[in-house]
């Protein structure tokens, strides 16, 4: 029996999304069932978060976004260099921070 490559997907994208939106900040929470992700972005001098996208997907497939965004990450870091973590220290409270959920 011949096995076959992976096939291939087609990915439509459209204008609006091809746009893209910047976030700044995401909250994650979970349950048995899922994880739901809330891309937001916190503007200086305004106290609130408006979420612009909102991502529910299974603990499986967080799991694989999780490897791939790993895997990424460390093929930029090598061809790019370290990706400083400017998030942390005394007085630089912005950014993705990990949260407490249940």
């Known amino acids: ?12 994208l ?4 091809a746009e893209g939106i910047y976030s700044n900040l995401v909250l994650i929470t979970h349950s048995p069932a899922e994880f739901v992700i809330d891309f937001t972005r916190m503007v200086p001098g305004v106290p609130k978060a408006k979420v612009y996208s909102r991502i529910i ?10 490897k791939a965004l790993s895997d990424n990450i460390s093929k930029f ?15 630089k409270e912005f950014g993705f921070k990990p949260t407490n959920s249940k």
């Open 57 to 66: 997907m299974t603990p499986h497939h967080a799991k694989s976004l999780l």
């Open 77 to 91: 870091e090598q061809e790019h260099g370290e990706i400083k973590d400017i998030g942390s220290g005394a007085g």
């Open 1 to 12: 029996m011949e096995q076959k490559g992976p096939s291939q997907i087609n990915v439509e």
């Open 14 to 17: 459209g204008e609006k999304e």
